[in-house]
């Protein structure tokens, strides 16, 4: 059974980083590309970083060049660097397999507020 478990969120400045962390049980971890999506109010989850088994990445456009995901095959973690930090990317973040685990699974995320 998978479990999806969100960390390292916060309040910070506009230009700032942040780093996520998300932690996965079941046995999933290393053999699907993981990915982080971000929800922010009134809007749908959109996929923002993904990165493969082979860690091959690839990033949304409104966050290329300033996001970085990275994953920890050993510890089952994947996180997300990110820098340069806009008020735009206020939401709560989630981490998940790609396409979503299909059960509809989602953990509980984690709240980034960017004060501009």
């Known amino acids: 059974q998978v479990q999806l478990v969100e960390s390292g969120g916060g309040l910070v400045q506009a230009g700032g980083s942040l780093r996520l962390s998300c932690a996965v049980s079941g046995t999933i971890f290393s053999i699907r590309t993981m990915g982080w999506y971000r929800q922010a109010p009134g809007k749908q989850r959109e996929l923002v970083a993904r990165?493969?088994?082979?860690?091959?990445?690839s990033y949304g456009d409104s966050v290329k060049g300033r996001f970085t995901i990275s994953r920890d095959n050993a510890e089952k973690t994947v996180y997300l660097q990110m820098n340069s930090l806009k008020a735009e990317d206020t939401a709560v973040y989630y981490c998940?397999?790609?396409?979503?685990?299909?059960?509809?699974?989602w953990g509980q995320g984690t709240q980034v507020t960017v004060s501009s």
């Open positions: 990165i493969t088994t082979y860690e091959t990445t």
């Open positions: 998940n397999t790609i396409p979503p685990v299909g059960s509809g699974y």
